[in-house]
């Protein structure tokens, strides 16, 4: 068991060593596993998983797909496809049909595979899977519309391209093998439609248990968990690769039954997914072979490639949005971001495996074909997504936002300054007579409860990097940074110094202390001390840092009662003053402080 063990914490090591280098040079996630995976695995024979992990390498490899794929069919609620529902379906139905034949057909011609092989893995291809998709958007800041259709795209065709590869494979036992009927044929649809029923049924059921209060809350994510698996199991006993199908249906059934149960536990999911994303990744592409490698570089694979991304792609997505809403910069993107992933990868070895069992030699190379479809993609979408968004228009910037919640004197001329450095700020408030003042200051508005289950749906919140919660409530404070915190991050939200004129200051510290926000500005700034000093006359200045005029000659000038907010940087990041932060400001940045009116 040891040498197991080290096995399964260095690839699980790897795998969050990735990411973090991924966060912290932003480099696509997926670009850094399949290097480090390729540089442990074949190039420096420090892992091999198949081996290492023998007979348990398949099934967890399936299993953690299907978790996968159940975390992302969480995020696919249907309020949210409002408005792009002709895009959608058409992508994923007339789309996926076209991207089949026409991969197919590369497939034959061009990678020199027999009809049966290329008409498997033609459908096979046609997957975006969320386990590449989804990390890419989350680093592009795309604009909602495009992002939205890709995500969906994503999750909802990874099942069916799997099915897809399946069915192929029944018909060419069918026609050139002669080793199934019709029967077969039609037990196949059945097993598609079962394994739907399956997930519905599942996820009501567990829904049901859930509002009804007959699972506690600390068994509801282990339940969910291990009931996922059951559905996955259960549909792929029925028929192979039907499973992924099953948690498909049951995670979109549990995203719209709106469960607050679901909402809560969708960070543990994600977390989840993150995790296992990461460890599949690199067992996959460690226990390549340096032959697979090799064979990459061929001139028929390295055509087919070229050929599944200049033309199949654009081609089956001009296509199939013909008479819809989306714009030419929109179908571009679209038509260009299509990488492949894990699914493709699990399910080409499988049928790679079954093929020439069959005495269909060539699929030999399929392994190959796939692999390097997978790392071609992930790398040129990766690297190209954020610059070909930005050149469309398809971006919401680099600028990091700001969303202010509580409108008042202070929070408006805070954004007021902020959005003349350039940067997207919003104020958001319930009341109407609060927002006056922000719309008067012609800043962005947002009318409505922060808290509510249908702000999602009505406030994009994709440019905004940081939330201030500055209303007169700290306990409001306290539960829109706790809201915000796990989508912002625990660096990125913020709240007013809580009052301790009614409580010890032992009190107030262990409140602040334990409080999911981090207190802005020095300590002891609470609402009541800015509204005092913007009622007396006070404002907010920009005071740009040069070679002659240096910080250390501003904090020597500046006003003894003037207070210090934030700090812009040259490259437009962000920094704001808080209790437990020092920020070194440097030549070229402006600072933001409240001072005394200057005569």
């Given amino acids: 068991m040891e040498p197991m063990l080290i096995h399964i914490t260095l690839v699980v090591g790897l795998g969050v060593l990735s990411q973090w280098l991924a966060w912290r040079f932003k480099l696509p996630a997926i ?33 953690a797909v299907a978790v996968i794929l159940f975390e992302g069919s969480l995020n696919l609620d249907m309020r949210e496809v409002r408005g792009i529902e002709k895009p959608v379906f058409r992508i994923v139905t007339l789309g996926a049909m076209l991207a089949w034949i026409l991969g197919s057909l590369a497939a034959h011609y061009i990678a020199d595979l027999s009809w049966a092989v290329a008409i498997v893995i033609g459908g096979l291809f046609i997957v975006t899977g969320p386990t590449v998709i989804l990390p890419l958007l989350r680093q592009a800041k795309l604009k909602p519309k495009p992002a939205a259709i890709l995500k969906w795209e994503g999750i909802i065709v990874d099942p069916f391209g799997a099915l897809l590869a399946v069915f192929s494979f029944e018909i060419v036992q069918f026609l050139v093998l002669r080793e199934v009927s019709g029967k077969t044929i039609l037990f196949f649809f059945v097993a598609a439609i079962i394994a739907v029923l399956i997930g519905w049924i599942l996820g009501r059921g567990i829904g049901w248990m859930f509002q009804k209060g007959h699972i506690p809350e600390y068994l509801k994510s282990p339940v969910v968990f291990i009931v996922v698996i059951a559905c996955f199991t259960v549909a792929d006993e029925i028929k192979h690769e039907t499973g992924l199908l099953a948690v498909t249906a049951m995670g979109i059934t549990l995203a719209n039954m709106h469960i607050s149960s679901i909402s ?23 226990g390549l072979t340096m032959k697979t490698i090799t064979e990459i570089f061929h001139w028929n694979i390295i055509l087919f490639v070229l050929l599944m991304l200049f033309i199949v792609r654009p081609v089956s997505i001009f296509l199939s949005t013909v008479g819809t809403d989306l714009s030419i910069k929109e179908k571009i993107l679209i038509g260009w971001i299509a990488p492949r992933g894990i699914v493709a990868l699990t399910v080409s070895s499988y049928f790679a495996k079954v093929l020439i069992d069959e005495g269909f030699k060539d699929a030999s190379i399929l392994t190959t074909l796939t692999f390097a479809l997978v790392f071609a993609t992930v ?23 700001i969303l202010l919640v509580g409108s008042n004197d202070f929070t408006v001329a805070f954004a007021s300054k902020l959005k003349q450095l350039g940067y997207p700020v919003l104020v958001a408030d319930s009341s109407w007579e609060r927002l006056r003042v922000a719309r008067k200051a012609e800043v962005d508005v947002y009318h409505g ?21 500055a209303t007169e409530l700290d306990a409001y404070n306290a539960l829109v940074c706790t809201a915000f915190l796990q989508d912002m991050g625990r660096n990125n939200v913020f709240q007013l110094s809580i009052r301790d004129q009614e409580d010890s200051r032992e009190d107030v510290d262990e409140i602040m202390h334990t409080v999911r926000g981090r207190m802005l500005f020095k300590k002891g700034i609470t609402w009541e001390f800015l509204h005092h000093k913007m009622e007396h006359g006070y404002t907010i200045y920009n005071t740009k840092i040069t070679d002659e005029y240096t910080y250390e000659t501003y904090l020597e000038e500046k006003s003894g009662d003037s207070l210090l907010l934030a700090v812009s940087k ?21 600072v933001l402080s409240l001072q005394p009116l200057k005569r």
């Fill in 379 to 401: 790398c040129a979408h990766g690297f190209s997504l954020s610059w070909l968004a930005k050149k469309l228009d398809l971006s919401i910037g680099e600028e990091p936002g």
């Fill in 264 to 286: 809560d536990m969708r960070h543990f999911k994600e977390n989840i997914s993150v995790l296992l994303t990461s460890t599949i990744f690199i067992m996959l592409t460690a």
């Fill in 31 to 63: 670009v850094v596993m399949s290097i480090i995976g390729l540089l442990t695995g074949p190039i420096l024979g420090l892992i091999d998983p198949k081996a290492q992990f023998a007979q348990l390498f398949d099934p967890f490899v399936s299993i």
């Fill in 449 to 469: 409860e922060v808290l509510a289950e249908q702000t999602e749906y009505h406030l994009d919140l994709t440019p905004y990097e940081y939330v201030i919660a």
């Fill in 570 to 590: 040259q490259g437009k990041a962000l920094s704001f003053f808080a209790h437990d932060q020092e920020i070194n400001v440097s030549t070229g940045d402006t």
